[in-house]
């Protein structure tokens, strides 16, 4: 598959260059097409590629087009070949909703996959609930895109993990962790906008949950790309706590850890994280011992040859180790795929009845299975924690976090919110 990089003519100006990456590229300046006649199906991934974060799009872009070749080489969906439109909307919100209502009003795209942060997924939300177009969010993880009806868009699938289900399961790790080393005293550490902020308070809900004599004697709330944390790491340190949660991640969290050892942070506090996958830990100088961390995508988690499979494929593709985000993007394919089959029809509102409630085979799955619930989110992911070593396989001792217990509290956390 090639890319071509094709500046978009009619309106969007030198800032929106367009990359193009699909069988048959397109531009977004071609008038729209009648989908229902068409041999291509065109899906708009509205991302991010530029800036601290562009991890995320650019291991979500890698992901989507290995399934798509995959799909393609086994005859598309219905018979229409699969084409990806990507276009970087620079993690700004009304950029990243322009762009996603002009993929499907003028672009031609037959449904969006949303591969951006929780900042841009609320925006293009709006949109999808505008258009009626079949979404999957596959980057943002704060909770409430799906678990609060009033924000749920119907035609909206987050096939990405969610704050709830991860602060479940590290409540419960770090909560062990924080009793077998008596740990009393927390801080956290996290991005400044609604993920980092909904889903630590949300951490810290289940954490007390499973250890209630926890005290949090200092926060910090960096911005997302924030160059130098020379501020936020000193305050940390002269907090003293004995251990500290982050939600950094991608460019930002390899950031904190490299510049931490510049002021032997590692050394004053244990530090736990969920956001810990390859290519941060590859831009990571020299990686501390002993971070907790969860499991972000793990080749040897969940221990499934198909899950090995995927990831040797991948890095023979491009290179290099995929991401959290990749997997995401990876299994937004698989439940179209499955939808389509089921179906019998590459109809993108056709496809809404059938993903609810939907079961696949997936090599995320922590049982080579995953679930598209009927509130269009996915469950049964694989979700666990360890601990970091220096070198491969970077994290170790790896234990799985119980669905059944996250099912169960997530419940209670909805009924106490109002979501059902």
């Not at 221990?303 to 997997?327: D, I, M, Q």
């Not at 799955?365 to 694989?382: E, L, P, V």
């Amino acid at each position: 598959m090639k890319t071509k990089i094709n500046s978009v003519q009619r309106g969007l100006g030198r800032r929106s260059a367009l990359a193009l990456i699909g069988l048959g590229a397109a531009t977004l300046a071609r008038p729209s097409i009648v989908r229902a006649d068409s041999k291509v199906m065109r899906i708009g991934v509205p991302t991010v590629l530029s800036g601290p974060i562009a991890l995320l799009g650019t291991s979500s872009r890698n992901a989507l087009i290995l399934e798509g070749d995959r799909i393609n080489a086994g005859g598309g969906l219905a018979g229409r070949k699969i084409e990806l439109v990507f276009q970087d909307g620079k993690a700004q919100p009304q950029e990243t909703a322009r762009i996603a209502r002009e993929m499907i009003n003028s672009g031609g795209c037959d449904l969006l996959i949303d591969a951006t942060p929780s900042s841009g997924a609320f925006a293009v939300q709006e949109v999808v609930r505008d258009l009626g177009v079949l979404c999957f969010h596959t980057g943002s993880e704060t909770s409430s895109l799906t678990a609060d009806p009033k924000l749920r868009a119907p035609t909206a699938f987050r096939c990405a993990r969610q704050g709830v289900h991860d602060s479940i399961a590290g409540g419960a790790y770090l909560a062990q962790f924080a009793n077998a080393h008596k740990f009393k005293k927390w801080a956290t550490c996290s991005p400044d906008y609604a993920y980092g902020h909904d889903t630590t308070a949300q951490f810290l809900d289940f954490f007390r949950h499973f250890k209630p004599d926890i005290e949090i004697i200092t926060q910090s709330w960096p911005k997302l790309g924030q160059p130098d944390l020379t501020e936020v790491i000193t305050k940390l340190i002269q907090a003293k706590p004995q251990a500290l949660f982050t939600l950094l991640y991608a460019g930002d969290l390899s950031a904190f850890i490299n510049q931490g050892n510049v002021y032997a942070l590692f050394g004053a506090m244990s530090v736990c994280t969920p956001n810990v996958d390859y290519p941060v830990l590859n831009a990571i100088k020299n990686l501390p011992d002993g971070i907790q961390s969860g499991t972000r995508y793990f080749e040897e988690f969940p221990p499934l040859p198909a899950n090995k499979a995927w990831g040797e494929a991948y890095r023979t593709r491009f290179g290099e180790y995929p991401t959290n985000w990749s997997w995401q993007n990876a299994a937004a394919m698989m439940f179209l795929e499955a939808a389509v089959k089921k179906a019998g029809t590459a109809d993108g509102k056709a496809l809404v009845p059938v993903l609810s409630g939907l079961t696949i085979d997936c090599p995320f799955g922590i049982d080579g299975r995953m679930t598209m619930r009927d509130d269009h989110t996915i469950i049964d992911y694989a979700i666990g924690w360890g601990h970091t070593i220096a070198k491969p396989p970077f994290i170790t001792d790896v234990k799985p976090a119980d669905w059944g217990q996250i099912i169960e509290l997530e419940t209670a956390w909805k009924k106490q919110q109002g979501y059902i």
